[in-house]
């Protein structure tokens, strides 16, 4: 488990990450530098959360290349199998913070709003948050375990 802090949070106003308390996450893998993540109000695992109530969630990254592209997926990964819960394959126009092309260093903040249908099945969940450049490869990767109630 990492806590990521940084001390540029605050400085930014980023509507859920100005707390100071941003959601544990396991790195998955990644070559980008994740700078904090929250998914609703969750501060410890695992995660709660009512279907069909919607879940901001907030990632706040810094690039590690020139991104042209990003795409976003939020899936939640049950015994092997990936259910997508959230998909924007044009994240970058959505950006809180920053805009592509990206530069090297450039800090980037992206806003997903999602609700989880009353069609998954009451289970706990490991959510993976994913963002991927135009090349495919993986920016930012960060698991959080998480139930649906």
């Not at 394959?89 to 999602?114: F, H, R, V, W």
């Not at 969940?125 to 139930?147: F, K, M, R, S, Y």
Request: include cysteine.
């Amino acid at each position: 488990m990492r806590l990521p802090h940084a001390p540029t949070i605050g400085l930014l106003l980023l509507p859920l990450l100005t707390t100071g308390t941003e959601t544990p996450y396991s790195d998955c893998g990644f070559t980008g530098s994740l700078v904090g993540l929250q998914l609703g109000s969750c501060r410890e695992w695992p995660c709660v959360f009512e279907r069909g109530v919607p879940i901001a969630g907030e990632v706040l990254f810094k690039a590690v290349s020139n991104y042209r592209t990003l795409k976003t997926t939020i899936n939640a990964l049950f015994g092997g199998i990936a259910i997508p819960l959230y998909v924007d394959e044009q994240m970058c126009t959505k950006l809180l913070i920053g805009q592509c092309p990206a530069d090297i260093g450039e800090s980037l903040s992206y806003l997903a709003n999602l609700t989880v249908g009353h069609d998954l099945p009451t289970i706990t969940v490991t959510l993976e948050w994913n963002i991927a450049n135009g090349d495919g490869e993986t920016v930012v990767c960060a698991q959080v375990p998480a139930q649906f109630h």
